[in-house]
């Protein structure tokens, strides 16, 4: 007995639908049918620091929104210094990934983005050694982050299955490091 998974017989289906308007003389059908089964990938993040809010769609299938990732590069900007650095996409996708795998619709509460060299130098050595002298965040491959309605053990824990980076643990801060780094994992 075979078992059609429901994706692949949509998929068959709308193939085939675009065959047969394409076929029909019905072609602004086929171009509906075939734009409309590409994934649009989207975010919703809170700033705790700026009070800054953005639901956006940053990629359609493959293709990232060059406009979009703009956005998100301010919005995660150095809150400190105000100095907008350049994220990595892939960040985007590891929390797209996340929102996905946790089936969480909420936003997710950002606490750290972007960091500038001095930025990172001031809380290097002001915050007790918690932060990295060569930290990913000057990059723009990092991000601090945990979701509301969500034990952080569990953000975490989906975090390292998808193996795309480095998860840093901070239950006493209340949030987890994701980045686009080597696959690591450690707790602070």
């Given at each position: 007995?075979?078992?059609?998974i429901?994706?692949?017989?949509r998929?068959?289906?709308?193939t085939?639908?675009?065959?047969?308007?394409?076929?029909?003389?019905?072609?602004?059908?086929?171009?509906a049918?075939?734009?409309?089964?590409v994934?649009e990938?989207?975010?919703?993040l809170?700033?705790?620091?700026t009070?800054?809010?953005?639901?956006i769609?940053?990629?359609?299938?493959?293709?990232?929104?060059?406009?979009?990732?703009?956005?998100?590069?301010?919005?995660?900007?150095?809150?400190?210094?105000?100095l907008?650095?350049?994220m990595?996409?892939?960040?985007?996708?590891?929390?797209?990934?996340?929102?996905?795998?946790?089936k969480?619709?909420?936003p997710?509460?950002?606490?750290?983005?972007?960091?500038s060299?001095?930025?990172?130098?001031?809380?290097?050595?002001?915050?007790?050694?918690?932060v990295a002298?060569?930290?990913?965040?000057?990059d723009g491959?990092?991000?601090d982050l945990r979701m509301?309605?969500?034990?952080?053990?569990?953000l975490?824990?989906?975090?390292?299955e998808?193996?795309?980076?480095?998860?840093?643990?901070?239950?006493?801060?209340n949030f987890?490091?994701v980045d686009?780094?080597?696959?690591?994992?450690?707790?602070?």
């Amino acid at each position: 007995m075979t078992r059609t998974i429901p994706n692949v017989a949509r998929r068959r289906f709308l193939t085939a639908a675009s065959g047969a308007a394409l076929a029909c003389g019905f072609p602004m059908i086929a171009r509906a049918t075939t734009f409309s089964s590409v994934l649009e990938k989207d975010l919703s993040l809170d700033h705790t620091h700026t009070r800054e809010s953005i639901e956006i769609v940053y990629a359609k299938g493959r293709r990232y929104i060059p406009q979009a990732l703009d956005n998100l590069n301010h919005f995660l900007r150095d809150h400190y210094s105000g100095l907008v650095g350049q994220m990595d996409p892939g960040l985007y996708d590891i929390m797209h990934a996340l929102r996905s795998t946790l089936k969480a619709d909420l936003p997710f509460h950002i606490i750290s983005g972007y960091r500038s060299p001095k930025t990172n130098e001031h809380l290097r050595t002001t915050r007790g050694g918690g932060v990295a002298r060569r930290s990913l965040h000057m990059d723009g491959k990092a991000v601090d982050l945990r979701m509301p309605g969500v034990p952080l053990k569990e953000l975490r824990d989906a975090a390292l299955e998808l193996k795309r980076g480095g998860v840093g643990y901070y239950p006493g801060s209340n949030f987890i490091h994701v980045d686009t780094g080597r696959v690591r994992a450690w707790a602070g």
